[in-house]
């Protein structure tokens, strides 16, 4: 099983990032962290790299539900996703759910995983129909 699903838009990152984030509002999932790693090597290394930044989505109810369920699963949340941009074009590396959260033995963590997965796949589908 692989731990990433993958899309891309033909735009450039901070517009692709705006849309992903419109459409994942629409599959009750929103952005709640963004790390710009190409700034942050730019500011500790002074090397450039291509833009890339690491967004974490949440469910605020999934993620009260995996908690809720085995407090220590809190460390695979949020949901990651990669964006990166080459050539003009961002793509998406989305944390796998069903993967990721499969590290937890426990019913009701598979069933957020579950849900989780199919809520990201109807923004991915969405977002290749842009």
């Known amino acids: 099983m692989s731990y990433t699903l993958t899309t891309s838009l033909n735009q450039p990152i901070d517009d692709a990032i705006e849309t992903l984030k419109s459409t994942l509002m629409t599959h009750k999932l929103g952005i709640v962290s963004e790390v710009n790693v190409q700034a942050i090597i730019k500011n500790k290394l002074d090397e450039d790299i291509a833009p890339y930044r690491i967004l974490g989505a949440c469910n605020p109810g999934m993620a009260k539900k995996i908690i809720g369920a085995v407090p220590e699963a809190g460390a695979l949340l949020p949901c990651t996703i990669v964006a990166r941009e080459e050539d003009g074009k ?7 759910p069903e993967a990721v959260l499969g590290l937890e033995d426990n019913t009701a963590v598979q069933e957020v995983a579950k849900l989780a997965t199919e809520h990201l796949k109807a923004a991915i589908a969405d977002l290749e129909n842009i």
């Open 90 to 96: 961002t793509f998406f590396h989305f944390m796998a």
